[in-house]
C-alpha cells in the first residue's frame, strides 16, 4: 500500500498538496517510513527524487525569484566561477523569504524586473526565473562596485566570442542608464 501512495504523489509538494492524493495518516506514516523527505518547512520530495533541492526550495519559497549575476552567468557558461550562494532576484519590495538554501538577495526595480527574465525548468514541474545573457552581462556592469570588475570583462569576452551582438546588448541596456554608458566603454576597449 505504501509504494502506491508514493506513487501517487508528485516528486516535490507541499503538505497541502500530498493531502489530494493521500490522507494524513498515509503522508503521516511515509514520513516515519522515510519514503518521504522534508525539503523545507512545508515542503517535501519522494526520497528516490534527485535534483536540485535549492532551487525547488526557492521556487516554492518566492514565485517571482530569478536566477541573476553570478549563478545566472555561470548558468550561461559565460564565467567560469562556481558561487558559494545563489545570487536571487525579487522585485523591490517583495518579501524576502528566510530559506536553507544559501541566497544572496537582489531587489531589483519593478520596472525592469522583467526585462531579460527568462524561465528555467528545474525539474518536479516546478520553474524559477533566469535572466538571459545579455541581462545578467548588464546586470554585473551595473552592479561591479559590488560584484568586482573581473567578472564583467570575462562574462562580455565569452559572450562576445560565441556571437553576440553588441547591438543587442545596447539595446537592451538603453533600459538600465547607469550601464549603458559604462558598457559602451567596456566595449570601445574590448572591440
Same mark, same amino acid.
Given at each position: 500500500?505504501?509504494?502506491?501512495?508514493?506513487?501517487?504523489?508528485?516528486?516535490?509538494?507541499?503538505?497541502?498538496?500530498?493531502?489530494?492524493?493521500?490522507?494524513?495518516?498515509?503522508?503521516?506514516?511515509?514520513?516515519g517510513?522515510?519514503?518521504?523527505?522534508?525539503?523545507?518547512?512545508?515542503?517535501?520530495?519522494?526520497?528516490?527524487? +534527485? @535534483?536540485?533541492t535549492? $532551487?525547488?526550495?526557492?521556487?516554492? #519559497? =518566492?514565485?517571482?525569484?530569478?536566477?541573476?549575476? /553570478? *549563478?545566472?552567468?555561470?548558468?550561461?557558461?559565460?564565467?567560469d566561477?562556481?558561487?558559494?550562494?545563489?545570487?536571487?532576484?525579487?522585485?523591490?519590495?517583495?518579501?524576502?523569504?528566510?530559506?536553507?538554501?544559501?541566497?544572496?538577495?537582489?531587489?531589483?526595480?519593478?520596472?525592469?524586473?522583467? +526585462? @531579460?527574465?527568462?524561465? $528555467?525548468?528545474?525539474?518536479?514541474? #516546478? =520553474?524559477?526565473?533566469?535572466?538571459?545573457?545579455? /541581462? *545578467?552581462?548588464?546586470?554585473?556592469?551595473?552592479?561591479?562596485?559590488?560584484?568586482?570588475?573581473?567578472?564583467?570583462?570575462?562574462?562580455?569576452?565569452?559572450?562576445?566570442?560565441?556571437?553576440?551582438?553588441?547591438?543587442?546588448?545596447?539595446?537592451?541596456?538603453?533600459d538600465f542608464?547607469?550601464?549603458?554608458?559604462?558598457?559602451?566603454?567596456?566595449?570601445?576597449?574590448?572591440?
Amino acid at each position: 500500500m505504501n509504494s502506491r501512495a508514493v506513487d501517487a504523489l508528485p516528486e516535490t509538494f507541499r503538505f497541502s498538496e500530498a493531502l489530494r492524493y493521500i490522507n494524513e495518516r498515509q503522508f503521516r506514516l511515509l514520513l516515519g517510513e522515510g519514503q518521504i523527505i522534508p525539503l523545507s518547512r512545508g515542503l517535501y520530495h519522494k526520497a528516490d527524487w +534527485i @535534483g536540485d533541492t535549492d $532551487l525547488i526550495e526557492i521556487s516554492a #519559497r =518566492s514565485p517571482q525569484a530569478t536566477l541573476a549575476l /553570478r *549563478s545566472a552567468l555561470a548558468r550561461h557558461d559565460l564565467i567560469d566561477d562556481i558561487p558559494d550562494a545563489l545570487d536571487i532576484a525579487i522585485p523591490r519590495g517583495a518579501w524576502t523569504p528566510i530559506l536553507s538554501a544559501p541566497v544572496r538577495w537582489h531587489h531589483f526595480a519593478e520596472s525592469t524586473f522583467d +526585462i @531579460g527574465r527568462d524561465t $528555467l525548468d528545474i525539474g518536479a514541474g #516546478r =520553474s524559477i526565473g533566469i535572466y538571459s545573457p545579455e /541581462r *545578467s552581462i548588464i546586470d554585473a556592469i551595473r552592479l561591479r562596485h559590488t560584484e568586482g570588475e573581473d567578472m564583467q570583462v570575462e562574462a562580455l569576452k565569452t559572450w562576445l566570442k560565441r556571437g553576440g551582438q553588441p547591438s543587442e546588448l545596447i539595446r537592451m541596456a538603453r533600459d538600465f542608464p547607469h550601464a549603458e554608458r559604462a558598457l559602451r566603454t567596456l566595449l570601445s576597449i574590448l572591440l
